[in-house]
């Protein structure tokens, strides 16, 4: 956990620095873009290092929440309570481990845009 803790610093810090950039010098889409990788990298890491199997949702959703949130980025339709009864994010998850990355931030892209 300590060398999660020192990633997600580390992510945050280089959020917070391209968020203040300039829209002329980074897009808005691609600041979004950016908070979202990030989110979803460290959504699959908790889930992976977390000690309770099947028992970290509602946390791994909480911190996904605070990351996006930090940049304004509200999701409109994905819960962190309640859980949902068979939550598409995890076959989505599964893809994100097997090296498909997109569907997942794409997911999660439509969770904030509505």
């Known amino acids: 956990m300590a060398i999660v803790a020192f990633e997600v610093k580390a992510g945050l810090a280089a959020l ?3 968020q203040i950039l300039p829209n002329a010098q980074l897009a808005p ?3 979004l873009l950016y908070a979202v990788v990030f989110a979803c ?6 889930l992976r ?3 309770y199997a099947n ?3 509602h946390a791994a ?6 990351i996006l949130c930090r940049y304004g980025y509200w999701p409109r339709k994905w819960p962190i309570e309640p859980r949902l009864t068979d939550p598409l994010y995890t076959s989505l998850l599964v893809e994100y481990r097997n090296g498909n990355r997109m569907p ?4 999660i ?3 904030i845009i509505g």
């Open 49 to 51: 290092v977390h000690p």
């Open 61 to 66: 959703r909480l911190i996904v929440w605070a």
């Open 41 to 46: 990298h460290v959504f699959e890491v908790f």
């Open 55 to 57: 028992g970290n949702g």
């Open 29 to 31: 889409e691609d600041k």
């Open 16 to 18: 917070d620095e391209a």
């Open 104 to 107: 997942l931030e794409a997911f």
């Open 109 to 111: 892209v439509q969770c």
